[in-house]
């Protein structure tokens, strides 16, 4: 059985239904999104994190077919791309919320029928993330230790779902430790939460502990997703990815970073948008204020590990050196 976050948003006839991770594992909330510009807002107020604002994408971009209903083909078609331009704003440093919109548009244009499209194209691209998700699991599994530890920061779902289940399968030994990842606490509550519900060995740290992890010998490796990986091999990840690669470097852990293809739209990381937060959000744990009215946050969601700090970039074609990542596109099919 999936652990519940592989399935945390779904179609319904009455809009689309997001599992609430700000509150997850303590509260099974579901909110519902009568349209697509509430799907957005669930996005930007994180709502859904990880691989949840793909799938969002997704069928919000079905509600936004629905929306069309009755009007001309080029006016409902202007509005499926306004409404992509919508949910792509939402978070723009990971390139996956593109990709969803992409692939609805395709299925638009292969049918007479707007709805019946674009619900195609949803589905293909839900069942192509799946699919590209366990091959990408896969190959990551394959360069874990057959007995160790592996550190994690932030979490992918599917990514990191796919690679504990292919490594189980391989009759791996792993434990694993999590960061906390401020500020929402996404280590704690959902990467945690999920490696104990597939049965791991699991134990949590906080952000700042990374460090001493390694240089005491308790991490093998260091594996995280990436929000994008550019051609010329860097990581763009949740804040703190640099600083935990940086002391792996230190004490000679290797990094390994996942994702399903590098991004050819981001040949350097100058290509890449970074996300900055607004800093009120480091001020608070949880809804509780943890710092005083005289202090102000600053909060980049994401940073940029270089590719001297990393070890291979694992795909779902297989691992690669982060210098030669324009490989993966070497061979017939192109797909990004």
Known sequence: ??????????????????????????ERTWVRCATSAEVARAIEDMVTQSSGPYFA???????????????????ARAHLEHVGRLLVATRRTNNALRKAVASVLAGVDASDDLEAGALAGAVAGDERYRSRSRALGEHTARLLPDDGAVLT???ADL???????????LGKRLRYFCTETRPYLQGARLTAETLAEMGADTTLITDGTGAAAFRAGEVDVLLTAADRVTMDG??????????LAVAASAFDVPFLAMVQAPDRLAPTEADVPIEFRPGSEVLRTLGRRTASD?????YPAF??????FVTSVVTDRGAYAPDRLHEYYDGEEVHD
């Open 153 to 155: 920061h932030c979490w």
């Open 57 to 75: 994408a997704l069928w919000g971009m079905v509600l936004a077919a629905r929306e069309a209903r009755g009007l001309p083909r080029a006016e």
């Open 303 to 308: 940073d940029v590990t270089p590719p001297a």
């Open 234 to 243: 860097h990581v763009v990840n949740k804040v703190g990815t640099l600083g």
């Open 159 to 169: 990514y990191l779902i796919e690679a504990v289940r292919a490594a189980t399968a």
């Open 294 to 298: 005289r202090v102000r946050g600053w």
């Open 1 to 26: 059985m999936d652990p519940v976050l592989a399935h945390s948003v779904r179609l319904a006839d009455d809009g689309v239904h997001v599992l609430d991770r700000r509150v997850f594992p303590f």
